[in-house]
């Protein structure tokens, strides 16, 4: 079986996402949202 995978993305989860994401905004982080409960960050 072959697999032609473009990225690998770690998931961390939390309690309270607006706090996680005014977390990692406030460190410098880019948000890309992917749906109103889950982001990406680079």
Do not use: Q, W
């Not at 996680?20 to 982080?29: A, N």
């Not at 948000?31 to 990406?40: I, N, P, Q």
């Amino acid at each position: 079986m072959e697999h032609k995978a473009l990225s690998i993305r770690p998931f961390i989860g939390s309690e309270n996402f607006e706090i996680s994401r005014k977390f990692y905004t406030d460190l410098g982080f880019e948000e890309t949202v992917l749906s109103y409960d889950m982001s990406v960050f680079k």
